[in-house]
């Protein structure tokens, strides 16, 4: 009998924490390390692949994906010891898609051509803003010309290319951001994340914003707008939202993000690294040791670099809630009820449909519009007291 995980799929991420320099708006699992020992992290990497693979043996994998942190800056060769170690393992699904993110700074064409050859599939360039002066306050290191360079490299040696941008900036007004947001599309990238920018405690955003030393950034009812109207030029350009913060061209979806938002299992391997693993009919949250020094001395000494913790059946259900609600095709109820013993409150649902908040099809229940919008305000009336 199939396994519940088996509805949305097996995929492996791979977190490399390193970056160039740390933006002021990112609270990611990244650091700033003079020298990396290439060959030493490799290792390390191989080692927990035989080591997941003895403990999830004889799955097909659909997709792989290099997280970060900034992926692009590892050695082209440590990716391709990775994969060849993944494919001694696991087979391989029919045109696997494997993710590489990368930033702007770390392209260049022979270096996106060894990855390629290595055998990455799809970039996901982390270009945030199509501004120089944004692009300075965001705290990035590139320029618009080398960002529209490296997505030039980017496109001439993948086929499928991603890249992020983040709105509701400051000082961006509603026409600036619809402007920039067509300057984008005009790129021919065939999927788009477009994130609103948050304001997170304990990075250096959070930090001035509580100092009253972050100015201009939107009000509420702006930033409420930017996302109304990146809906319709997104969907009148032929990407259409997918996801709450994503977009793209019909089939050309982030196969391994919707493992996640489909709530199958997945691997996580490096520092801080989270994953869902099923083993023996119960399911696992696992989470890696987050700083980058203690999890490569944890594995190169044989000792626990992560823990696993035993998700209870209503634990799934309200995480399967959470994640699939997110995408336009939704959740199936019946799901919901088999993962957490009971259904769903019919009276909830009967008002959040009421309201327009969200809609039936066929049998799946999902988010209208209107209701991804305020999408955790449905979440909440949705989730059992």
């Known amino acids: 009998m199939a396994e519940d995980w088996q509805q949305g799929g097996f995929g492996l991420y791979l977190h490399w924490p390193f970056c160039e320099a740390k933006c002021p708006y990112c609270d990611f699992n990244s650091h700033v390390a003079r020298q990396i020992d290439q060959d030493r992290w490799c290792a390390a990497y191989l080692s927990e692949i035989d080591r997941y693979a003895a403990l999830a043996p004889d799955r097909v994998l659909n997709t792989i994906f290099f997280g970060g942190g900034t992926p692009s800056l590892m050695a082209p060769e440590t990716v391709a010891a990775i994969l ?15 993710t590489l993110e990368a930033n702007p700074g770390s392209v260049e064409g022979g270096r996106f051509r060894a990855f390629a050859q290595a055998g990455i599939t799809r970039v996901s360039m982390g270009i945030q803003a199509l501004n120089d002066r944004d692009l300075r306050r965001l705290g990035r290191i590139h320029s618009v010309s080398e960002a529209r360079q490296a997505f030039d490299i980017a496109r001439e040696n993948f086929t499928r290319v991603s890249f992020d941008l983040i709105y509701a900036r400051q000082d961006q007004s509603l026409s600036d951001w619809a402007s920039e947001l067509r300057d984008a599309l005009s790129m021919a990238a065939d999927h788009l994340s477009l994130y609103q920018l948050t304001i997170e405690s304990g990075t250096a955003f959070g930090d001035r914003y509580a100092a009253g030393r972050l100015r201009g950034l939107p009000e509420d009812d702006t930033a409420a707008e930017m996302y109304e109207v990146t809906q319709d030029i997104c969907e009148a350009a032929g990407l259409p939202a997918y996801e709450v913060s994503n977009h793209a061209r019909p089939g050309a979806e982030s196969r391994h993000n919707l493992i996640y938002w489909r709530y199958g299992d997945y691997i996580g391997i490096g520092p801080g690294a989270h994953g869902r693993l099923t083993r023996d009919g119960r399911k696992y949250a696992t989470e890696a040791l987050r700083a980058p020094g203690k999890w490569l001395g944890s594995v190169e000494h044989r000792q626990a670099s992560e823990t696993w913790d035993i998700l209870s059946g209503p634990d799934q259900a309200v995480e399967y809630l959470l994640m699939g609600l997110r995408i336009t095709d939704g959740i ?21 449909k009421s309201i327009g908040m969200i809609e039936t099809h066929g049998h799946r229940l999902r988010a209208t519009r209107a209701g991804r919008a305020v999408l955790n305000a449905v979440i909440r009336d949705l989730l059992p007291d």
Do not use: F, T, Y
Not at 86 to 98: F, L, S, T, V
Not at 332 to 349: F, H, N, Q, T, Y
């Open 84 to 98: 060849d170690r993944i494919r001694q393992h696991w087979p391989m699904a029919n045109d696997p898609e494997i």
């Open 332 to 352: 199936d109820p019946a799901r919901v009820a088999s993962l957490g013993g009971k259904p769903l409150d019919e009276g909830a649902i009967k008002h959040l």
